[in-house]
Nanobody, 124 residues
Framework: QVQLVESGGGLVQSGGSLRLSCTAS????????MGWFRQRPGKARELVATIPAGAEPKYGESVKDRFAIAKDDGKSTVWLQMNNLMPEDSAVYYC??????????????????WGQGTQVTVSL
């Protein structure tokens, strides 16, 4: 069973930085992408950043030039460096792994796996 464990959230002042980390275990298949999403109160979950396998990172428009995503495939770990944080960045941040697997009885398909979420709060 795939488990994603996140860490690094917390409270920071506007203009500050935080680094989120997410490590996956139990992966049986090919990781198609690793990424981060966030959900603000009353809003839908939205893309923050993602790294598809063998491709360049993609960022949500509101975090470009402030956030940076990095990964270590061998460690099944993805990080999100968040700089110049603003109050509107306050949200629960979820890491996401998309894994392609060939499962007995199901066949080949991709699976979305999510972390438990970590709260990021940016004060004025």
């Amino acid at each position: 069973q795939v488990q994603l464990v996140e860490s690094g959230g917390g409270l920071v002042q506007s203009g500050g930085s935080l680094r989120l980390s997410c490590t996956a275990s139990g992966i049986a298949g090919s990781v198609l992408s690793m990424g981060w999403f966030r959900q603000r109160p009353g809003k839908a979950r939205e893309l923050v950043a993602t790294i598809p396998a063998g491709a360049e990172p993609k960022y949500g428009e509101s975090v470009k030039d402030r956030f940076a995503i990095a990964k270590d495939d061998g460690k099944s770990t993805v990080w999100l460096q968040m700089n110049n944080l603003m109050p509107e960045d306050s949200a629960v941040y979820y890491c996401n792994f998309v894994v392609f697997a060939n499962t007995a009885g199901v066949g080949r398909r991709s699976y979305n796996h999510w972390g438990q979420g970590t709260q990021v709060t940016v004060s004025l």
